[in-house]
Structures are given as C-alpha cells and as structure tokens.
C-alpha cells in the first residue's frame, strides 16, 4: 500500500469514491464464478469522466496498476485483478446516466456502466430496439460489452458490439480524455481510432461513454426448434433458411442432445420438445416490425420445405409468446444446467461456418485421445460460425478433474481450431484464461502489433496487467 498515493487519491475524489478497508475491499477482488481472486489497495468509484481521468493521472504517476471493472460477468478473469496489492480497481458501477437517445438519428448515447438491459428497456419504451442481447444483459455494463466486443444471440442479423459502436469516449491511462463520443454514420477521416478501444478489454484505456446504433423495433417474432441428424444438416438448414427470410433471420441457435439431456435433467419444468430424441436441435427465430401471420406464414412454410426435403427431423413452431419463450429455454437454460452438473471447461471458439461438421468430428477423436471418457457438451450460434465447446469430467469422475484436467484439453481443443483456421476465442474475451493460448495462436506479426500499440497508449505499463497481452 502506497498511503502517500492513497491520499492524493481520497483528497481528489473524495473518501465515498474510494474504499480501502480490506473487508469493503474483499467482494472486488474474485470474478463471479470464484475461479480468480487478486489483491488491491483500493476501489475506486468514480461519478464522472472526470474523476476517472484524476484517478489514471495520479495512478500513472505513482506507476500503479488499473483493473478496470464492469458487471463482473465476464468468463476469462478480464476484470479481476492480479495478486499484486498495488492494484487499484475502477469500477464503472456509478456511471449509470444515459445522455441521450434520438429517434431520427436513431443512437443511443449512454455511460460505461450503464447496465445493458436498462438500456435495451430504454430503447425499447423510445419505439426502438437495441439489438446486443445475451444471458448476462441484467447484469452486464455497456462499457465492458463494448471493452470486450460482446456477441449474444442476436449476432447472425445485428453483428458483434462492434458493428454497434458509432463513437466511444474513453480515457488515456495519462488522464488525457479521448473525446470520440460522435453519433455520426460517415466519418472519413483517417484511422477509426475507436475500433483500438473495441475489444482491447480495458488494456488501452477506460472506456467511460459509448454511442450505440438503434433499429427499428422487431415487436413480431416467431420461433421453431428442428430435431436434426447431423450438424452438416442442420447448416443445410441454415442455407434453406437464410435465402429464404433473409434479414428476417435473427437467431440460428444448435444444440446437441446431451446439452438437452442436461437441461432436462437439471432444470425445473423443461421438458423433452420431441417425442423421439434427435442427435441435435437448431432453434431459429425470426422477427420483423409487423404482421405477425405472414411472418409465421414465412416461418411454416420454410420448415414444411425443410422436412420434405430431408433438412431436418422434426420441427415445432411457436403457436403463442409462452410457447417461444418455452423454446428458448431449452437453449438458455444449457449455462445453468453445466452450473448445476460441475465444472465445466468451457471453450468459447469461432469456425468458418462451412467447416463445423468437420471440425465436430475431428476434434473430437482428438479429445479422445487425450481423454476418452471426457463428456461433450456443444452449442452455440451456428449462423455465425461461434461454438461454446464444452468438455466435462467422466461419469463418476471427481470434480477435480478439470482443474487438473484444463490444460491438456485447451490444447487440445485449441490445436484443432488452428487447423482449420479458427479463432480461440469467439465472443468472451482473453482475459487471464487464454493468455498463454493467445501468444501460442496468435500470428506473431500480429501480437507484435499490439505490443506497439500498447507501448503508445499505455507507455507505463499500468493498464490491467496480465490481460490479453
């Protein structure tokens, strides 16, 4: 502890924008799902761009290390410090105003840590939609949706936040404040300086606004789950359905069965959608701004030519609002049944969509050899090529067994994805969790890059240490 920095850092912010006292300090410390836990010497609270830009100056100085921190429910410890003592986490949490939302223009400008479902509700009451969607959305910030490029289930239609993003403000780890906070459609002036902050999970800087793109309100939508035979089906599926609802297409969700025997078995109320089991299951939902009976016209009809020309197995459509939201759950509730079973070792990886019945098969005689028993468990969002490809003990192994298990299985996981051109991580992030994956995958050309990059932002190296790089 550093206390002629701590004071400094009380005298500028005041004493209720900074906690130090170790049991206040204790919840900041560990990620949600108690995997990491680090150390600091304090929490900083800020209520402005202001003070977050005298909090990194003062930090820059004394050379003292900046975790930034949104909702905390990230799945690689981006957001949780190291063991160092020296760290000082900057939580968003008070940052929660939203400046504006215009509905010619349609944006959305709000603060960092403006939690993403208020700001879908906000939107959503202003006659427009907010389209980054996913499971932790009630929890979540903006800013670290944005800091780690957030995807969700929305992204075969809207893309990832990236695609979202019109302008961030954001603060230099100097203090210096990045004012790139424009609503604008068309800006060609040089270097898109913005997209450095997308994805850079709080190593450049912290974000502290973002300006949003807003769509029109899908308010119809209308949703079918198919009991496939194989993945290289259920993409046959995917092209059948695409040509044929086109921008109409906002979800295309896969499942195997064991992620439905897991659900079934470890959730309340679900029950088995088919009266035969299938080898997996796509949900498609579609949504549009009116008509609901041709949209479910469309959506039949697709699904009629898809059984008769062998695409799928079987297939139910959404008859009412409880019924889609019924089928839903079987996809959303796959998290929380893993949560329920154990330990999971969870790999959040994106594939040329045309290569995913290969890769399934040959990563999984890999993981074979290296542990035959191991239990698959895969899903994920088909239409854009990411999977979640989750591998769990043996019947009747100890929970243990992923701790000692992970690396030779990310290895192997990872090895595979190289071979055919993928990318270790789809949506979640580094973090701590793939460090060492990511410099072992990653073009070299390309981390030596973001090195540079890093040095010119962040020249004293305080910026969330042991992160990404």
Same mark, same amino acid.
């Given at each position: 502890?550093?206390?002629?920095?701590?004071?400094?850092?009380?005298?500028?912010?005041?004493?209720?924008?900074? +906690? !130090?006292?170790?049991?206040?300090?204790?919840? &900041?410390?560990?990620? &949600?799902?108690?995997?990491?836990?680090?150390?600091?010497?304090?929490?900083?609270?800020?209520?402005?761009?202001?003070?977050? #830009?005298?909090?990194?100056?003062?930090?820059?100085?004394?050379?003292?290390?900046?975790?930034? @921190?949104? /909702?905390?429910?990230?799945?690689?410890? /981006?957001?949780?410090?190291? %063991?160092?003592?020296?760290?000082?986490?900057?939580?968003?949490?008070?940052?929660?105003?939203? @400046?504006?939302?215009?509905? +010619?223009?349609?944006?959305?400008?709000?603060?960092?840590?403006?939690?993403?479902?208020?700001?879908?509700?906000?939107?959503?009451?202003?006659?427009?939609?907010?389209?980054?969607?996913?499971?932790?959305?009630?929890?979540?910030?903006?800013? /670290?949706?944005?800091?780690?490029?957030?995807? /969700?289930?929305? !992204?075969?239609?809207?893309?990832?936040?990236?695609?979202?993003?019109?302008?961030?403000?954001?603060?230099?780890?100097?203090?210096?404040?990045?004012?790139? *906070?424009?609503?604008?459609?068309?800006?060609?002036?040089?270097?898109?300086?913005?997209?450095?902050?997308?994805?850079?999970?709080?190593?450049?800087?912290? +974000?502290?606004?973002?300006?949003?793109?807003?769509?029109?309100?899908?308010?119809?939508?209308?949703?079918?789950? #198919?009991?496939?035979?194989?993945?290289?089906? $259920?993409?046959?599926?995917?092209?059948?359905?695409?040509?044929?609802?086109?921008?109409?297409?906002?979800?295309?969700?896969?499942?195997?069965? %064991?992620?439905?025997?897991?659900?079934?078995?470890?959730?309340?109320?679900? =029950?088995?959608?088919?009266?035969?089991? =299938?080898?997996?299951?796509?949900? +498609?939902?579609?949504?549009?701004? #009116?008509?609901?009976?041709?949209?479910?016209?469309?959506?039949?009809?697709?699904?009629?030519?898809?059984?008769?020309?062998?695409?799928?197995?079987?297939?139910? !459509?959404?008859?009412?609002?409880?019924? *889609?939201?019924?089928?839903? @759950?079987?996809?959303?509730?796959?998290?929380?049944?893993?949560? $329920?079973?154990?330990? =999971? *070792?969870?790999?959040?990886?994106s594939l040329p969509i045309e290569q995913i019945p290969a890769f399934l098969e040959t990563a999984e005689r890999r993981l074979r050899t290296t542990s035959p028993d191991c239990r698959l468990f895969v899903f994920g969002h088909f239409g854009d090529g990411n999977l979640h490809y989750n591998v769990s003990r043996p019947e009747g192994a100890d929970k243990t067994w992923a701790k000692e298990w992970e690396g030779r299985i990310a290895d192997a996981v990872f090895t595979e994805v190289a071979e055919y051109g993928g990318s270790i991580s789809a949506e979640h992030g580094i973090g701590q969790l793939k460090r060492h994956a990511f410099h072992h995958h990653k073009d070299p050309m390309h981390v030596r890059l973001m090195v540079q990059i890093k040095q010119i932002f962040d020249p004293n190296s305080i910026m969330n240490p042991g992160k990404l790089l």
């Amino acid at each position: 502890m550093n206390q002629e920095f701590l004071d400094k850092l009380i005298d500028t912010l005041g004493n209720d924008a900074v +906690i !130090v006292s170790p049991a206040e300090l204790e919840p &900041w410390l560990t990620d &949600w799902r108690g995997v990491y836990k680090g150390g600091a010497q304090a929490v900083v609270r800020p209520r402005d761009t202001a003070q977050v #830009a005298a909090c990194l100056r003062l930090c820059n100085e004394y050379r003292v290390p900046v975790v930034p @921190r949104g /909702g905390n429910t990230g799945l690689c410890g /981006g957001a949780t410090p190291d %063991a160092s003592p020296a760290n000082v986490v900057l939580s968003l949490d008070r940052m929660n105003g939203i @400046r504006s939302i215009d509905t +010619i223009s349609n944006t959305l400008v709000a603060d960092a840590g403006c939690i993403l479902g208020n700001l879908r509700r906000a939107a959503h009451e202003a006659g427009r939609l907010l389209p980054l969607s996913l499971a932790a959305e009630d929890s979540s910030q903006i800013g /670290g949706n944005v800091a780690t490029n957030a995807g /969700g289930v929305n !992204v075969v239609r809207y893309g990832m936040a990236r695609e979202l993003v019109l302008g961030i403000e954001a603060v230099l780890p100097n203090g210096e404040i990045f004012n790139g *906070l424009q609503t604008l459609r068309k800006d060609n002036t040089g270097y898109d300086l913005k997209q450095l902050f997308i994805g850079s999970e709080g190593t450049l800087g912290v +974000i502290t606004g973002v300006a949003l793109k807003l769509h029109p309100l899908t308010q119809v939508r209308s949703v079918v789950l #198919a009991g496939v035979s194989s993945a290289q089906q $259920a993409l046959e599926l995917l092209r059948l359905v695409y040509g044929a609802c086109g921008p109409r297409l906002q979800a295309f969700e896969y499942f195997t069965d %064991a992620c439905l025997d897991l659900v079934l078995t470890h959730v309340d109320g679900m =029950h088995q959608p088919f009266d035969e089991r =299938h080898a997996g299951y796509v949900l +498609i939902e579609l949504a549009d701004t #009116a008509d609901e009976e041709a949209l479910q016209g469309l959506l039949e009809s697709v699904i009629g030519q898809a059984l008769e020309e062998d695409l799928c197995q079987d297939a139910v !459509v959404s008859a009412s609002l409880a019924q *889609l939201q019924t089928l839903w @759950r079987l996809r959303e509730e796959i998290s929380e049944a893993q949560r $329920a079973d154990g330990p =999971h *070792l969870k790999h959040d990886i994106s594939l040329p969509i045309e290569q995913i019945p290969a890769f399934l098969e040959t990563a999984e005689r890999r993981l074979r050899t290296t542990s035959p028993d191991c239990r698959l468990f895969v899903f994920g969002h088909f239409g854009d090529g990411n999977l979640h490809y989750n591998v769990s003990r043996p019947e009747g192994a100890d929970k243990t067994w992923a701790k000692e298990w992970e690396g030779r299985i990310a290895d192997a996981v990872f090895t595979e994805v190289a071979e055919y051109g993928g990318s270790i991580s789809a949506e979640h992030g580094i973090g701590q969790l793939k460090r060492h994956a990511f410099h072992h995958h990653k073009d070299p050309m390309h981390v030596r890059l973001m090195v540079q990059i890093k040095q010119i932002f962040d020249p004293n190296s305080i910026m969330n240490p042991g992160k990404l790089l």
